[in-house]
């Protein structure tokens, strides 16, 4: 009966920790410089970081780092931010403006590889 108390409370600890502190998606934010949102990802075979929060209606400047591991991940396409098949170059910086909150997804063009940008108000 003991356990069972003790089972009670911890469950009833955890509904309160989710509710008081729901989980977050824990992407990371771009950073704002003038007017713009900055941010540098890593293309490695995957991207990192590879959760990432923009604001909305704000343009995003984003920043590729290729390395030598990146094989097909380094040509990336996205319909959400109507961006065309592109064969990323070392340093090459790609502008868009999110339109719509919501998580949506650049990949490469097999759909294997996926950075998760989070675009919120
Ligand atoms: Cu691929």
């Not at 356990?3 to 989710?18: A, E, Q």
């Not at 977050?24 to 990802?41: H, L, T, W």
């Not at 403006?97 to 949506?104: D, E, I, L, R, V």
Request: with cysteine.
């Amino acid at each position: 009966m003991k356990i069972f108390k003790i089972v009670l409370l911890v469950v009833l600890l955890l509904v309160l920790w989710v509710i008081f502190f729901p989980p977050s998606f824990g992407g990371q934010r771009a950073e704002m410089v003038g007017g713009e949102q900055k941010i540098d990802i890593t293309v490695q075979s995957s991207y990192s970081p590879e959760k990432i929060a923009v604001k909305k209606d704000i343009p995003v400047r984003m920043k590729f780092k290729i390395t030598g591991a990146a094989a097909c991940s380094k040509i990336i396409v996205s319909s959400a931010f109507g961006i065309p098949v592109t064969e990323l170059k070392d340093n090459q910086e790609l502008v868009f403006t999110p339109g719509q909150k919501g998580s949506y997804n650049i990949t490469c063009t097999h759909g294997m590889y996926y950075l998760v940008v989070r675009v919120t108000a």
